[in-house]
């Protein structure tokens, strides 16, 4: 086990607390201490709801480990269970209270009550909050459909056709402290309708018991969040017969091959390419002279593996980046990322350690970052524009507004979210470079303020701290930091370093522009 000051998911219940919270008529009841209430918060502060979630802990404390906590469990159960009157009773145990072993979902399914009962088995110390909220969806699933399976599954996808109606398909996946799930879940349904195929369940997001014992009535299931909603899509496919779609509709080309994919599927003619232009405007400025700016920037990507996945494709094949380092933190998605990395010449970082991100995304220098919210705070300090394109997020990544990541309008939206700060960076670098010009007046900044055009005035050397740069490391002199600032900042820092490093090992106690260039011919050589 590591300490750390920020982690990428939490523990597992947690995953199972986005999937009670994001249902309706669902119960969870959590056997665990008093600090393990904590989790609450991320529902009001992060998704700003005006309820918490539906959840009842056992909090039990250090004084009744000496007792009988098993029939804590219970009565906790039964009160939960009278007040709330569920339509289904999820009941699990947080990591800390694992460790007691009172296998409370063994001791509710044991007291006969009338709704079901789903029994969590959640590791906490081998696995993680998408795991968790995976497992969750899949045993509620597992549960109330066991009654439904046919011996024979004969399900098929184009029998819409002869029943007079529309084709109908599922959304399974989306869910509360998602990356912008709500407004995926609108695009999507909006991008199909305008197709002709209806939506029949959305969940867990909004779904209740009911609407999970309709699934099968569907035609096909479209699995929107692999991390979320893969296994429960497999086992529909496997009992049920149910095809599900493999491709998440996140860009130009993926949302075209998603609707290509369902088409083929329901027996319906698929789409032509012309329907990403007239829709979406990133094509139509990826073929435009202004784009030109952007073609081979360096992009550093990581997040969850769905995001991340399609911010790859979209970097390499929509905007004309290079991506120079991707990876997850999702280890059930490695597989794929890591094919997706070597298709692009890379070894993919697959760790749950932000300080090993940050290292690699100082070593990788891009000129972009596309990450989670730990991304942006080390882009920030990195000096380097950055784009959260994936969970862990803040509240600002939360917006009010409708801002989808999937179909053609959230093709838009990321066109807005990546391309507008490698601009702002372009203006940075301009006003960078002509700072001495005599148009411009002394100190002028751009909208970045301190960190702009004009960097801090670096005070020549003294005696005492040349004296003490052998115990410090070398001092920049005023004309090696004039020159230093005419490199882009976005390579600065990595310059900077390098010069220092090579400046140590010559044992030169100060850096001159002289040095800058030798450090250069240096690493060139």
Same mark, same amino acid.
């Given at each position: 086990?590591?300490?750390?000051?920020?982690?990428?998911?939490?523990?597992?219940?947690?995953?199972?607390?986005?999937?009670?919270?994001?249902?309706?008529?669902?119960?969870?009841?959590?056997?665990?201490?008093?600090?393990?209430?904590?989790?609450?918060?991320?529902?009001?502060?992060?998704?700003?709801?005006?309820?918490?979630?539906?959840?009842?802990?056992?909090?039990?404390?250090?004084? *009744?480990?000496?007792?009988?906590?098993?029939?804590?469990?219970?009565?906790?159960?039964?009160?939960?269970?009278?007040?709330?009157?569920?339509?289904?009773?999820?009941?699990?145990?947080?990591?800390?209270?694992?460790?007691?072993?009172?296998?409370?979902?063994?001791?509710?399914?044991?007291?006969?009550?009338?709704?079901?009962?789903?029994?969590?088995?959640?590791?906490?110390?081998?696995?993680?909050?998408?795991?968790?909220?995976?497992?969750?969806?899949?045993?509620?699933?597992?549960?109330?459909?066991?009654?439904?399976?046919?011996?024979?599954?004969?399900?098929?996808?184009?029998?819409?056709?002869?029943?007079?109606?529309?084709?109908?398909?599922?959304?399974? $996946?989306?869910?509360?402290?998602?990356?912008?799930?709500?407004? *995926?879940?609108?695009?999507?349904?909006?991008?199909?309708?305008?197709?002709?195929?209806?939506?029949?369940?959305?969940?867990?997001?909004?779904?209740?018991?009911? &609407?999970?014992?309709?699934?099968?009535?569907? &035609?096909?299931?479209?699995?929107?969040?692999?991390?979320?909603?893969? /296994?429960?899509? /497999?086992?529909?496919?496997?009992?049920?017969?149910?095809?599900?779609?493999?491709?998440?509709?996140?860009?130009?080309?993926?949302?075209?091959?998603?609707?290509?994919?369902? +088409?083929?599927?329901?027996?319906?003619?698929?789409?032509?390419?012309?329907?990403?232009?007239?829709?979406?405007?990133?094509?139509?400025?990826?073929?435009?002279? =202004?784009?030109?700016?952007?073609?081979?920037?360096?992009?550093?990507?990581?997040?969850?593996?769905?995001?991340?996945?399609?911010? @790859?494709?979209?970097?390499?094949?929509?905007?004309?980046?290079?991506?120079?380092?991707?990876?997850?933190?999702?280890?059930?998605?490695?597989?794929?990322?890591?094919?997706?990395?070597? !298709?692009?010449?890379?070894?993919?970082?697959?760790?749950?350690?932000?300080?090993?991100?940050?290292?690699?995304?100082? !070593?990788?220098?891009?000129?972009?970052?596309?990450?989670?919210?730990? #991304?942006? +705070?080390?882009?920030?300090?990195?000096?380097?524009?950055?784009?959260?394109?994936?969970?862990?997020?803040?509240?600002?990544?939360?917006?009010?507004?409708?801002?989808?990541?999937?179909?053609?309008?959230?093709?838009?939206?990321?066109?807005?979210?990546?391309?507008?700060?490698?601009?702002?960076?372009?203006?940075?670098?301009?006003?960078?470079?002509?700072?001495? *010009?005599?148009?411009?007046? =002394?100190?002028?900044?751009? +909208?970045?303020?301190?960190?702009?055009?004009?960097?801090?005035?670096? !005070?020549?050397?003294?005696?005492?701290?040349?004296?003490?740069?052998?115990?410090?490391?070398?001092?920049?002199?005023?004309?090696?930091?004039?020159?230093?600032?005419?490199?882009?900042?976005?390579?600065? $820092?990595?310059?900077?370093?390098?010069?220092?490093?090579?400046?140590?090992?010559?044992?030169?106690?100060?850096? /001159?522009? #002289?040095?800058?260039?030798?450090?250069?011919? +240096?690493?060139? @050589?």
């Amino acid at each position: 086990m590591q300490l750390t000051l920020w982690t990428y998911e939490g523990p597992p219940h947690v995953g199972a607390m986005r999937i009670a919270a994001s249902m309706k008529g669902v119960h969870y009841v959590l056997h665990a201490p008093q600090g393990d209430t904590y989790a609450d918060l991320l529902f009001t502060m992060i998704e700003r709801r005006g309820q918490r979630p539906p959840v009842t802990y056992t909090t039990f404390q250090a004084r *009744d480990l000496g007792g009988d906590t098993a029939e804590l469990v219970k009565r906790t159960v039964r009160e939960a269970a009278e007040r709330f009157q569920p339509d289904a009773l999820l009941v699990g145990e947080s990591c800390t209270a694992e460790l007691i072993q009172d296998q409370p979902g063994a001791l509710a399914q044991g007291m006969g009550l009338n709704m079901p009962v789903v029994t969590l088995e959640l590791p906490a110390y081998s696995k993680k909050e998408n795991w968790g909220a995976a497992e969750t969806l899949y045993q509620l699933v597992r549960n109330l459909l066991k009654a439904q399976v046919p011996d024979q599954p004969q399900h098929d996808p184009k029998a819409w056709m002869a029943t007079g109606r529309r084709p109908r398909v599922n959304l399974i $996946g989306p869910s509360l402290l998602g990356f912008r799930c709500r407004d *995926d879940v609108l695009e999507v349904q909006r991008l199909l309708t305008l197709h002709g195929i209806d939506v029949g369940v959305v969940a867990p997001l909004g779904a209740g018991v009911s &609407d999970i014992q309709r699934i099968p009535q569907a &035609d096909l299931n479209v699995c929107l969040y692999p991390e979320i909603a893969e /296994s429960s899509c /497999s086992w529909l496919e496997r009992n049920f017969g149910m095809p599900f779609t493999r491709t998440v509709p996140i860009g130009v080309g993926a949302t075209h091959d998603f609707l290509v994919e369902v +088409h083929t599927l329901l027996g319906l003619d698929p789409p032509t390419d012309e329907e990403g232009y007239r829709c979406s405007r990133l094509p139509w400025y990826s073929e435009s002279v =202004d784009s030109t700016y952007l073609t081979g920037k360096r992009v550093f990507i990581f997040g969850d593996g769905t995001h991340a996945l399609a911010a @790859a494709r979209i970097c390499s094949e929509e905007l004309g980046f290079r991506v120079v380092g991707l990876g997850t933190y999702s280890r059930e998605m490695a597989r794929s990322v890591r094919a997706a990395a070597r !298709e692009l010449g890379l070894d993919a970082l697959i760790s749950d350690d932000y300080l090993e991100v940050e290292a690699a995304m100082a !070593e990788a220098a891009p000129e972009l970052v596309l990450g989670t919210q730990m #991304e942006r +705070h080390s882009a920030k300090r990195l000096g380097l524009p950055c784009a959260v394109i994936s969970t862990p997020m803040h509240v600002q990544d939360v917006p009010a507004r409708n801002s989808p990541q999937m179909g053609w309008e959230g093709a838009n939206v990321i066109f807005d979210a990546w391309v507008h700060p490698l601009m702002m960076g372009l203006e940075e670098h301009l006003i960078g470079m002509f700072r001495h *010009d005599f148009e411009f007046v =002394d100190g002028h900044q751009s +909208h970045l303020g301190h960190t702009g055009g004009k960097e801090q005035a670096v !005070e020549e050397p003294s005696s005492g701290a040349v004296a003490g740069a052998e115990q410090q490391g070398p001092v920049w002199t005023a004309d090696g930091e004039a020159e230093l600032k005419k490199i882009p900042f976005f390579v600065r $820092g990595k310059v900077r370093r390098n010069t220092e490093t090579y400046a140590r090992q010559e044992g030169r106690l100060e850096i /001159s522009s #002289e040095t800058l260039y030798d450090a250069k011919a +240096h690493y060139k @050589a």
